[in-house]
């Protein structure tokens, strides 16, 4: 019952996100602030993580398929799916859900606790709009950063292959031009965008409605990580399931 709850709870902060907006130009730098801090920030973090995990899936994936019968395209062909299709959008996106999360719950939770929340409705302001809607247009530029998880993926998984002695440059690059679906990039897109919001709304959910001092900041934070994981593991085999299946 308390989940029911909670959920309730949740939808209904996020429709106050959206009442009362905050006059544009407090909202404009609120909004590249965040872009500053989520998506700019984080990239150095998704380039790292999507080069190496391109690299192991193109080493695992060639020493599966070590039949002579088997042509080395293969070796390409699979680590473009894998990368487009999953961990690109929803591997990096757990790896969002820990560093931004974490940021987002922190951040709203120590204002809570520290009663600037409580000054700002004092104030007249809609608290939830100014702290929780810059995160979410700033997570909107979420897919870029996915764009750029998928190009380095695929590029560590060359780098890989031919370096490697796993797969020949011309066989690799040929295995990426096989039965390529241009929808599988919005399928990927799509998921991207789900996942943003979540990442912006779930964390901000935990952190704004946590009670408590200090410590409680940093059970929320973990709290938050587990149950954003959770919500962007459910939505990816329901996404996967309309879209793909």
Same mark, same amino acid.
């Given at each position: 019952?308390?989940?029911?709850?909670?959920i309730?709870?949740?939808f209904i902060?996020? $429709?106050e996100?959206?009442?009362?907006?905050t006059?544009?130009?407090?909202m404009?730098s609120?909004i590249?602030?965040?872009i500053?801090?989520?998506i700019?920030?984080?990239?150095?973090i998704?380039? @790292?993580?999507?080069?190496?995990?391109?690299?192991v899936?193109?080493?695992q994936?060639?020493?599966?398929?070590?039949?002579?019968l088997?042509?080395?395209?293969?070796?390409?062909?699979?680590?473009?799916?894998?990368?487009?299709?999953e961990f690109?959008?929803? @591997?990096?996106s757990?790896?969002?859900?820990g560093?931004?999360?974490s940021?987002?719950?922190?951040s709203i939770g120590?204002m809570?606790?520290?009663?600037?929340?409580?000054?700002?409705?004092?104030?007249?302001?809609?608290s939830l709009?100014?702290?929780v809607f810059p995160k979410?247009?700033?997570m909107l530029?979420?897919?870029?950063?996915?764009? %750029?998880?998928?190009?380095v993926?695929?590029f560590? $998984?060359?780098?890989a292959g031919? @370096?490697?002695?796993?797969?020949?440059?011309?066989?690799?690059?040929k295995?990426?031009?096989l039965?390529?679906?241009?929808?599988h990039?919005?399928?990927?897109?799509?998921?991207?965008?789900?996942?943003?919001?979540?990442i912006a709304? %779930?964390?901000?959910?935990?952190?704004?409605?946590?009670?408590?001092?200090a410590?409680?900041? $940093?059970?929320a934070?973990?709290?938050a990580? %587990?149950?954003t994981?959770? %919500?962007?593991?459910?939505?990816?085999?329901?996404i996967?399931q309309?879209?793909?299946?």
């Amino acid at each position: 019952m308390n989940y029911i709850a909670a959920i309730g709870k949740y939808f209904i902060m996020v $429709g106050e996100v959206f009442r009362k907006p905050t006059k544009w130009r407090i909202m404009k730098s609120l909004i590249l602030k965040e872009i500053d801090e989520l998506i700019y920030g984080s990239m150095g973090i998704i380039i @790292f993580i999507s080069f190496f995990i391109g690299g192991v899936v193109t080493i695992q994936t060639a020493l599966n398929l070590n039949s002579p019968l088997i042509p080395k395209s293969l070796i390409g062909f699979a680590t473009r799916q894998s990368v487009i299709l999953e961990f690109a959008p929803t @591997f990096c996106s757990i790896i969002m859900a820990g560093k931004v999360g974490s940021y987002i719950t922190s951040s709203i939770g120590t204002m809570r606790v520290t009663e600037q929340i409580d000054a700002l409705e004092v104030m007249g302001v809609n608290s939830l709009n100014y702290l929780v809607f810059p995160k979410i247009i700033a997570m909107l530029f979420y897919p870029f950063a996915i764009a %750029v998880a998928m190009y380095v993926g695929i590029f560590g $998984g060359w780098i890989a292959g031919a @370096f490697g002695g796993y797969a020949p440059s011309g066989e690799f690059i040929k295995g990426l031009q096989l039965d390529f679906i241009p929808f599988h990039i919005t399928y990927s897109f799509i998921k991207a965008l789900v996942f943003a919001f979540v990442i912006a709304t %779930v964390p901000s959910f935990h952190g704004f409605y946590m009670k408590g001092g200090a410590l409680e900041v $940093g059970k929320a934070s973990t709290t938050a990580f %587990v149950w954003t994981s959770v %919500v962007i593991i459910i939505l990816n085999y329901i996404i996967t399931q309309l879209l793909l299946g």
